[in-house]
């Protein structure tokens, strides 16, 4: 075990009674929402939870995509914190609540995007859906540690017949759509071996802006609230502003970064859990303030249909390495941007010559709204639907797993849980 980071029992025990208590709400909680297919052009009211840096940005698509004739409307607006969800509301024109427990109980809100620090995704997530919400849930599904709760939502979440959109939106991109289209059709033979990246020159992505060192707990910042049911601790304005430095809140570059590296791959690959995972990094180069998340990150997967990933990441350097697909016959050498799509490929079998095929880039996240406003209106599964994602998260799960215990993770898939060896 890491002796920094003692984690497994706490946590085991902590989820456990997490876990427990809102099963045992769930009975209790109301159900409110229509959950029927709705006409095209009926619109849907929509309810943002966090309006920080990436839920303001989801303010803004759905708002444009209103703007351009989307049939739906921003009803209400939850933040933590006074200032940014006062503001994001005015923009919008919506209804505010300090408590997103109020926003869920609102009959006008049909569904939910989700977007608070990564601890409360599932949570407010299975709020939502027992109160008969749809959800769209920002990557990460979860917090590492959450594994047996992730399990619940995704249970939940298709037992209650509820549309959710995991915020994983390169399975939204066309041109990965298409590289999955050429693998099928044997274009490398069978897939074998994965490696990809994620470089960076920065720690921005961790200490992430305090736009008020004067803040402290009150009507206008709920400390409360953002902790949810981490470990409770004195209030300090770095750990609410600055949250993805703390393990409490965040797992660094492999639940931030490497599901966007991750993701395309499971999809069209088809890969579900990871039969075996370890993980290797540290804090290597940011070591002069509280972080403890690390910056140096890499994990190997195998997955049980003979084949694995190999992810690496370093925030200490932005010198990029393309991502290649190996498989028995050939290679695919990808041009990627993580965020829009693939610029170009490089097609390399085994005999023959090479092929350049151009790509594209496209408004990832606002194809992946359109397709969830679409699947609730439908009521079809969307294309990062909560199975999808739970797929993600044990692999994520699994990783900081290892490389906090410094053991090997492997997947019980008969019980459906992590196991450390």
């Known amino acids: 075990m890491n002796p920094s980071n003692p984690v497994t029992s706490e946590w085991t025990r902590r989820e456990f009674l997490r876990t427990t208590a809102l099963a045992a709400g769930a009975a209790s909680a109301p159900f409110v929402s229509r959950g029927q297919v709705l006409g095209a052009n009926e619109r849907l009211g929509v309810g943002f939870i966090g309006v920080g840096g990436r839920g303001r940005s989801h303010v803004n698509t759905v708002l444009k995509m209103i703007e351009e004739g989307?049939?739906?409307?921003?009803?209400?607006?939850?933040?933590?914190?006074?200032?940014?969800?006062?503001e994001a509301a005015r923009q919008a024109g919506a209804k505010v609540?300090?408590?997103?427990q109020d926003l869920l109980a609102d009959r006008n809100v049909d569904v939910v995007c989700i977007a608070t620090p990564d601890r409360l995704h599932v949570p407010q997530a299975l709020e939502a859906i027992r109160a008969g919400k749809d959800v769209y849930c920002e990557k990460p599904m979860g917090h590492w540690s959450q594994t047996a709760l992730s399990k619940q939502f995704r249970n939940e979440a298709l037992a209650l017949k509820r549309v959710v959109q995991i915020g994983n939106q390169a399975n939204s991109s066309?041109?990965?759509?298409?590289?999955?289209?050429?693998?099928?059709?044997?274009?490398?033979?069978?897939?074998?071996?994965?490696?990809?990246?994620?470089?960076?020159?920065?720690?921005?992505?961790?200490?992430m802006p305090i736009p008020d060192r004067t803040a402290r707990p009150?009507?206008?910042?709920?400390?409360?609230?953002?902790?949810?049911?981490?470990?409770?601790?004195?209030?300090?304005?770095?750990?609410f502003f600055s949250w993805r430095k703390y393990l409490d809140y965040a797992g660094g570059p492999c639940t931030d970064l490497f599901p966007h590296v991750l993701t395309p791959f499971i999809s069209i690959l088809g890969l579900d859990c990871p039969a075996r995972t370890v993980a290797t990094g540290g804090i290597f180069k940011y070591d002069t303030y509280d972080r403890e998340v690390p910056d140096t990150f890499n994990q190997c997967m195998d997955y049980p249909n003979r084949l694995s990933v190999v992810l690496v990441c370093t925030l200490a350097n932005e010198f990029q390495t393309d991502p290649v697909i190996r498989g028995d016959e050939?290679?695919?050498?990808?041009?990627?941007?993580?965020?829009?799509?693939?610029?170009s490929l490089t097609l390399i079998p085994n005999r023959g010559e090479r092929r350049q095929i151009k790509g594209g880039r496209s408004d990832t996240t606002r194809a992946h709204?359109?397709?969830?406003?679409?699947?609730?209106?439908?009521?079809?599964?969307?294309?990062?639907?909560?199975d999808f994602g739970y797929k993600v998260q044990v692999a994520l799960n699994m990783a900081m797993l290892s490389y906090l215990e410094g053991k090997v993770a492997r997947y019980d898939k008969a019980r459906e849980e992590i196991v450390l060896g």
Not at 97 to 100: G, K, L, P, S
Not at 175 to 202: D, T
Not at 330 to 343: F, K, P, Y
Request: net charge neutral.
């Open 70 to 86: 989307e049939p739906a409307r921003v009803v209400a607006v939850s933040d933590t914190y006074g200032f940014r969800r006062e």
């Open 97 to 100: 609540y300090a408590r997103y």
């Open 174 to 207: 066309p041109e990965w759509k298409r590289v999955g289209a050429m693998i099928r059709e044997g274009a490398i033979g069978r897939p074998q071996h994965v490696q990809a990246g994620f470089y960076r020159n920065g720690d921005w992505g961790e200490r």
């Open 218 to 239: 009150g009507p206008d910042l709920d400390w409360e609230g953002f902790l949810g049911d981490a470990p409770k601790v004195p209030f300090t304005v770095d750990r």
């Open 330 to 343: 050939g290679a695919i050498v990808l041009q990627t941007d993580w965020s829009s799509g693939v610029d």
């Open 369 to 386: 709204w359109k397709n969830f406003l679409d699947c609730v209106r439908s009521r079809q599964r969307p294309v990062s639907d909560v």
